[in-house]
């Protein structure tokens, strides 16, 4: 079942068990990589004939970390690699919004696995997380009040 763009405790669910299954694989597969393009990826199946397609022939060449990558700009076009290094055994990788931000004022999905790929696309779940986070209504916040016409309010700045 394809997890939807709307943030809920399914769609939870089943970006876990796509990122388990992700930590969990000793490599990225064509399998496992299909996997997640059909339960994660709702702008592959729109009309972007020409990534699409790119990122077919990079899966079908065995470019794995290029067609994560590809796959990143397509779905999640405001986000960029901030940083993507090699410590200590483990790929580390990061995405932002803004790179020139210092990373305290910018929103960073990270992640770290052995293989470079399957990094890229952890971290693009932790972005997927963070963009449905975004997109949820602010129906959870306090309700509007109304306004009232008995007070004035002087707005102007003295200082």
């Not at 290029?66 to 990788?93: K, T, Y």
Request: overall charge negative.
């Amino acid at each position: 079942m394809p997890c939807s763009a709307t943030h809920s405790a399914r769609d939870e669910a089943c970006l876990s068990r796509l990122e388990d299954r992700l930590r969990g694989a000793p490599a990225l597969t064509p399998k496992l990589l299909s996997d997640l393009i059909a339960q994660a990826c709702a702008r592959f199946a729109s009309p972007h004939e020409r990534a699409r397609a790119g990122i077919e022939r990079l899966t079908r060449s065995g470019a794995w970390t290029d067609a994560a990558l590809a796959l990143v700009e397509l779905e999640l076009p405001r986000w960029r690699l901030r940083r993507l290094v090699h410590d200590g055994g483990e790929w580390r990788c990061a995405f932002s919004h803004q790179r020139t931000l210092p990373t305290g004022l910018d929103e960073i999905a990270e992640a770290s696995h052995e293989i470079m790929s399957l990094a890229i696309l952890i971290a693009f779940i932790a972005a997927l997380r963070q963009t449905a986070a975004e997109s949820e209504p602010w129906s959870q916040a306090a309700p509007p009040v109304a306004a009232a016409d008995d007070y004035r309010v002087c707005c102007d700045n003295f200082a």
